[in-house]
């Protein structure tokens, strides 16, 4: 008599717990699995534009223009500083889009403040020998 009561009731519990368990898995794909498909997709797309000339920075974060891009193969040959490499694309993980002339300003605006400081330091050694030639002159 009672083990029909038991029978049934575990019957009845496993309704909820397969609500719970497909409530996981569908938070399981909205959290991981479908931002994971839109980068792909995104980084498909950006793979796709690719074109020679392109500022790209690789997985191990070297940066390079793109010489030769050989879609048989899937590689990609970059341009760093007169050195030409060999790339799987699939180790290209982003396009940059700074170009010589973005690197080569920052560099220029540095020299130019240095330019001034240099000439400041001067004339204020120059002060500094003008009071020491007074101090000796009151003595």
């Known amino acids: ?6 029978v049934a009731a575990a019957k009845g ?3 909820p717990t397969i609500a719970i368990l497909v409530v996981f898995l569908v938070l399981m794909y909205f959290i991981m699995v479908r931002p994971q498909q839109k980068q792909q997709k995104k980084h498909r797309e950006m793979m796709s534009q690719l074109k020679k000339g392109d ?9 390079g223009v793109i010489d030769e891009i050989n879609d048989t193969d899937k590689t990609a040959t ?27 300003a920052p560099a220029e605006k540095e020299a130019e403040k240095e ?3 240099e ?20 003595e």
């Open 1 to 6: 008599m009672f083990g029909n009561l038991t």
């Open 13 to 15: 519990s496993s309704l």
């Open 55 to 63: 500022h790209v920075v690789t997985v191990g974060r070297l940066h």
């Open 78 to 104: 970059l341009d760093c500083d007169g050195i030409f490499l060999t790339f799987d694309l699939r180790a290209i993980s982003a396009v940059s889009a700074q170009g010589p002339q973005a690197v080569a």
């Open 115 to 117: 330019a001034p400081v």
């Open 119 to 138: 000439s400041s330091d001067a004339e204020a050694k120059t002060d500094d020998v003008e009071t020491s030639d007074s101090d000796s002159d009151a």
